[in-house]
Nanobody, 125 residues
Framework: QVQLVESGGGLVQAGVSLRLSCTASGRTFSTYAVGWFRQAPGKEREFVAV????????SYADSVKGRFTISRDNAKNTVYLEMNSLKPEDTAVYYCATPKRSYYYPRALYEYDYWGQGTQVTVSS
């Protein structure tokens, strides 16, 4: 069993930065990648970013590449998503998740089995 808790969301103006955190418990955190996903109203949940178990590899959706940075601190069982130059189209509920297989950092939703409850990010224009 894994528990994932996101935090750091809020209402911000376009152009500013926000940092989300995802804190995990219940699984050997350092052996699993962590992915961030988001779901905007009326849209399907989509991939945002993923970081490998050691933090040495990352992957980003094209829509956030160059603006968002994913990182992790295994000593704190926490993964971060630094979001810069936020746009109104970044408005969504952001979720973190861990994949079914350790030492694997997928982009597809079906590869993930544990999810947090999500944190709302709203970017006003």
């Amino acid at each position: 069993q894994v528990q994932l808790v996101e935090s750091g969301g809020g209402l911000v103006q376009a152009g500013v930065s926000l940092r989300l955190s995802c804190t995990a418990s219940g699984r050997t955190f350092s052996t699993y990648a962590v992915g961030w996903f988001r779901q905007a109203p009326g849209k399907e949940r989509e991939f945002v970013a993923v970081i490998s178990s050691t933090g040495g590899r990352t992957s980003y959706a094209d829509s956030v590449k160059g603006r968002f940075t994913i990182s992790r601190d295994n000593a704190k069982n926490t993964v971060y998503l630094e979001m810069n130059s936020l746009k109104p189209e970044d408005t969504a509920v952001y979720y973190c998740a861990t994949p079914k297989r350790s030492y694997y950092y997928p982009r597809a939703l079906y590869e993930y089995d544990y999810w947090g409850q999500g944190t709302q990010v709203t970017v006003s224009s």
